[in-house]
């Protein structure tokens, strides 16, 4: 058993109005008092944002944005700036999610910008990694993470690198029901370890470095008590109070 505090975060991408994120939070709360030091990050769209902060205040799970712009401010319609997330009480920030990779062309070298204007802000990055299943097809998967990591991180500070939380995230497995094996996600977390521990090492046996990709109350337990695998970054299982509320469980 490590000694890192577990991580689950719920990416909820384009989904739930407000009054849905209430009715969720309203649900989800009442139910964690059993849940000891964890860590519980919601990820709500942006219009969900103040409404969620506000429903959290006096309990133990944070807020976290899918995305953000990394100037402070400045002609960018349609962004949203760290210290604009921050200035409403938003605590992490999901960076580098593959979807936004794959969608919306975001680059590596965006990434790093954006990391480090995230901690500068003191906002957590939650930095999404991964192959595509032609990647791991190839025996290319090392490389994609090592090339992913070192990129985002490479203008971190070595005593910032412990308060980011990394997910490992490989897109075959994301939204497709195909969950990588306990075995698979040991390795590749394994890895990304290693290549934080290649920046510092005390850093690297802190930070949390999460699984994400169809992770269900049902596959949680055999995934989240693996000693690399610090926690889950979860999508489709987290728009339901009670599923989420069990893969929780099966994390603390
Ligand atoms: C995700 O979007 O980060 C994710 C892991 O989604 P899902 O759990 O639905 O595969």
New binding site residues.
Partial sequence: MSERTPYLAA?W?MQKTVEETEDFLDRFLGNIGDLQDTDIAICPPFTSLVAAVERCRRSPVRIAAQNMHEADSGAFTGEISASMLTSIGVEAVVLG?S?RRAIFAETDEALALKVVAALRADLQPIL?VGESLEERSDGVTEDVLRRQLEAALEQVEASQLGSIVI?Y?PVW????GKTASPEQAEEAIGFARSVVAEKDSESAARIRILY????KPDNAEELLRREEIDGA??????LDPADFLAICEAGS
Avoid: M, Y
């Avoid at 994400?212 to 992770?215: D, E, K, P």
């Fill in positions: 990416n991408k999610h979807e999404c997910a995230e497995a994301i939204g497709t994400g990709g169809s992770v970054l979860v999508g489709g299982a987290s």
